[in-house]
């Protein structure tokens, strides 16, 4: 048996011999299998309350579908999902890609399979990961910036002083008062909002 490498995993397929084999394969290659489920309800429930860190999901499931399964767990907490299927076409491609899965499976499953798509799915998620917060970064630094140009304008015509000594003031301010430009910006613009 291989050293654990502490990823959680939860299984979601409803055939019990399936999760059994999927159980030990993934156990054989040092995952950490955190839970199972039987449909798709079940598995929404257990992600939520488990936070794996990989799901591995047959798309064929009672009570909800593995593809609608992924697609609640995604937009609640996004997470690296693999998806098992019986057969393989691009509309289930599309469908799976559209609801947060990181890569898919046709069965039966071996563990020469398992592995490379698990690497696969963990770095796409990873990546998808990094980009997200890349983008959050970005639109803060749109909106902070947008704050204190406001902020600069309400100086400028307040004080009536020049776009620099306004930036200058702001940045004294934030420096005096050890906060962040866009809180000084915020309480300057909270502030004019009263006079």
């Not at 770095?123 to 406001?150: H, P, Q």
């Amino acid at each position: 048996m291989q050293e654990k490498n502490h990823k959680k995993v939860l299984i979601a397929e409803d055939n019990s011999r399936t999760r059994l084999s999927l159980k030990n394969q993934l156990e054989t290659l040092g995952f950490e299998v955190v839970g199972t489920a039987a449909n798709g309800q079940d598995a929404v429930e257990k992600a939520i309350e488990l936070r794996p860190d990989l799901i591995i999901m047959d798309v064929k499931m009672p009570r909800m579908d593995g593809i609608e399964a992924s697609r609640t767990i995604t937009a609640r907490n996004p997470v690296a999902i693999i998806l098992l299927t019986g057969l393989s076409s691009d509309d289930l491609a599309t469908r799976a890609l559209d609801a947060g899965v990181c890569a898919y499976l046709v069965k039966p499953v071996s563990k020469n399979q398992l592995e490379p798509a698990i690497k696969l799915a963990l770095a796409r998620y990873e990546e998808f990961k990094s980009l997200k917060t890349e983008v959050n970064s970005l639109k803060d630094a749109i909106e902070t910036r947008k704050l204190v140009e406001r902020a600069k304008g309400i100086l400028m015509k307040r004080c009536n002083i020049p776009e620099d000594e306004a930036f200058k003031l702001l940045q004294m301010h934030s420096q005096k008062e050890n906060k962040k430009m866009r809180e000084i910006a915020e309480t300057i613009i909270s502030a004019s909002k009263l006079i």
